[in-house]
């Protein structure tokens, strides 16, 4: 079966090249098995002369895209994915290239997918490499999930950091939207898996570790002025507020987009303190 790992790189280069690195090693522990064949794909969103081809010299069979333009995480996912897609692969692997894989991480995704017969989408829970759940599975409410020891965890949707998409799912769902740049495009793909009555759980376990600990956004920051803030909002790295209504009326309704847009606003006057 042919996995095809989809990544995006926007910066922290010397982090991506590991984590390449890190992904031939688990290739190689499942090669012994003959199981599976792992295809990597990388959109290029450094912005940088010479990344890529930084990239061809040290990996040779990474198949690297890049975007004449800046697309940021989803979108730069979603350019790598139709590029895999052409392939026709039978799992799609999204991996946020600042994460450091831990041994057997992508065995344990694809175990649990044949246990579910490939029709769920099996998300991946990282910590900090000093502890603490970061990223993985979430409730409806946003609220991150800790996974079990043993056995898959249901989850209403999922951050983008490590998320195994069977071929089931991709069939009926397609790529992730281009609608959206940052996070709420994984979110929003949770979303759409629910109305699809797609199986959504989380890996047992933790299968990455990352020394990013999400702290205040700058939207939020109250050593910034309102208007530096406000800028923050509105940019990709933050919550543009068309992309923010639409994935709330998508999750939740019209209302709640509205109340969202309010709420949003107001987290941003009364902005908080960096930790």
Known sequence: MKV?????????????????????RQSDSLAGEGKYSIDIFLNDDTGEEGFSEMVSAKFPDVRTVRSPERLFSCRGLRLAWQEAAVRDYDFYLWLDPCL????????TLLENSNFLRHEAIIAGSVSLAGGGLIHGGRTRSGKLIRPDAVIPVPC?????????VPRHAFNLLGPVDAEFQQELGFWDYGIRAVRAGISRVISPG??????????VPSWQDSS?????????????????????????????????AIWGFIKL?????????RK
């Open 206 to 215: 933790i299968l990455a570790t990352s020394t990013q600990a999400p702290g």
């Open 156 to 164: 209403t949707f999922f951050d983008g950091n490590l998320v195994l």
């Open 265 to 273: 606003n107001l987290r941003t006057i009364f902005a908080l303190k």
């Open 4 to 24: 095809a790992v989809l990544i995006s790189v926007s910066g922290r280069i010397e982090e991506a090249l590991e984590c390449i690195s890190g992904v031939y």
């Open 224 to 256: 910034l002025s309102f208007k530096e803030r406000y800028r923050s909002l509105r940019s990709p790295e933050g919550r543009p507020f068309g992309q923010q209504f639409t994935y709330d009326i998508r999750s939740r309704g019209l209302l709640f």
């Open 100 to 107: 450091s894989l831990c041994e057997g991480a992508f065995g």
